[in-house]
């Protein structure tokens, strides 16, 4: 099942180098097969449409083409036995910073919009590698929370091996963070710098979004001015700081907030009014078991730990019950890592939603497929086993629900980037001469 025949006789040596090898890796160039695919014996997994015992799945052109007890393929489709075994969508990570080095924080500055993750993307980091192998196949890779207003994110597929670009999540729509609380004002404040407190926290934040509609509206008097000829018409400066910030304005970005306090999401959710943009998801968010109403009557979904507690003190009310408790009220929950060691153990991550919380198998299951996409944006895409999604997929040697499970292999739009029968499978190939 190897993508191409050099990966394929290399597997054993890359695995080697990769760990021990002060070599530079090297990227496969290689593209995607995209041949038919069919994964049969399988417990399927929809998270949609509940539990198919004995199905196959049927990938054609690294899409879901037919699910099913039986499914129509051609007779040269390459044939994956399960052997009874689950089948589940890849796992998202709904909040990352994996691949990012110690570019996670532009922190010269509170307010940074302009800032591109993408810029930072280490497409060769191994800790995609070993992300994959825990069964996650898309990130939202974040800015980190030094900023009030930080950078733009950007969405990944874990195809680790192949080119930087090929790993970018095709048309996902942006994202970007922002972040209250503690984490700015002890930054800035260490500093004796503006902001110290948060109250400082949401005054640069309102100061910052009033620079964008200021500048929005100089350019809106300009263009209209070239509407009624005024061919003495002088354009505003471009500014890349307010031009990001202006999209938010305009909800061509997904605001992301890093965020604990229920007190805060109300002053969040309160300016997000003011100013007339939407909140996607508030990350973290450890304190949304005590307003859930308010969340989901904004349709605000939240990305949160499982059970951290303590480490901080925002984190102090803190309770394992949250994501169920904030579930039961109509809250879209995802449950994500902000950690490439939590990254490796998400599915065991969701898995303790139904110890806490009496979260149902699928409930637990969608904490880390289909509402960790809805958050980044890409539900339409992945994080559920239905025709027409990108064939992202993951058969486990055990319940996928449980400590002891691991996957056995992760294919991501058809092609498969992870094998454990095959040690070092997926890795990037030496080229001679490195």
């Given amino acids: 099942m190897c993508r191409n025949t050099t990966v394929c006789c290399g597997r054993l040596l890359a695995l080697f180098f990769l760990w021990f090898s002060p070599c530079v890796l090297a990227q496969s160039t290689a593209e995607p097969s995209h041949n038919e695919v069919v994964i049969k014996n399988a417990i399927v997994m929809t998270v949609t449409h509940g539990n198919l015992k004995n199905a196959s799945v049927y990938v054609k052109d690294g899409k879901i083409a037919a699910v099913g007890e039986s499914v129509n393929a051609p007779a040269s489709a390459t044939v994956i036995d399960a ?28 307010v940074t919009p302009q800032m591109m993750m993408q ?30 207003i930080g950078g733009q994110a950007v969405v990944v597929k874990h195809k680790y091996g192949a ?15 922002f972040a209250s609380g503690e984490n700015p004002k002890r930054v800035y404040g260490s500093r004796n710098e503006l902001p110290s407190t948060r109250m400082g926290n949401f005054a640069v934040q309102r100061d910052a979004l009033v620079q964008a509609q200021d500048y929005m509206r100089s350019w809106d008097e300009y263009n209209a001015k070239l509407k009624r000829g005024d061919k003495d018409a002088s354009a505003p400066k471009h500014d890349l700081k307010l031009e990001a910030l202006a999209d938010v304005l305009r909800g061509k970005l997904m605001v992301q907030i890093h965020c604990y306090r229920a007190d805060e999401f109300q002053t969040e959710i309160a300016m997000a009014k003011e100013f007339g943009y939407h909140i ?9 078991y005590k307003v859930p109403e308010k969340l989901a009557a904004e349709n605000i979904g939240i990305a949160t730990f499982s059970d951290w507690w303590g480490f901080k003190q925002e984190a102090w009310d803190a309770i394992p019950w949250n994501a169920v408790m904030a579930m ?48 980044v944006g890409v539900d339409d895409k992945v994080g559920s086993i239905e025709v027409g999604k990108d064939a992202d997929l993951v058969i486990w040697d055990g319940y996928p629900l449980s400590s002891f499970a691991v996957p056995n292999k992760v294919l991501i739009d058809g092609d498969i980037y992870f094998d454990r029968a095959l040690p070092g499978f997926g890795m990037p190939h030496y080229s001679e001469g490195q």
Avoid at 168 to 175: D, K, V
Avoid at 345 to 354: D, G, H
């Fill in 83 to 110: 052997g009874g075994k689950y089948l589940t969508p890849g796992i998202v990570d709904s909040h990352s910073h994996l691949a990012l080095d110690d570019d996670v924080n532009e922190a010269t500055s509170p």
């Fill in 119 to 148: 810029d930072a993307f280490d497409y060769q980091d191994k800790a995609i590698y070993r992300a994959l192998a825990g069964g996650v196949t898309t990130s939202l890779l974040l800015h980190g929370s030094a900023n009030m």
């Fill in 163 to 177: 080119t930087r670009d090929a790993m970018l999540f095709p048309n996902a729509p942006r994202s970007i963070k």
């Fill in 280 to 288: 996607r998801a508030f990350h973290h968010a450890l304190e949304a």
């Fill in 328 to 375: 039961r009220k109509g809250v879209r929950v995802a449950i994500k890592s902000d950690s490439e060691d939590f990254a490796r153990r998400l599915n065991q991550e969701a898995a303790k939603t139904m110890r806490y919380g009496g979260a149902t198998e699928e409930e637990a299951l969608k904490m880390i497929t289909l509402n960790a996409a809805w958050i």
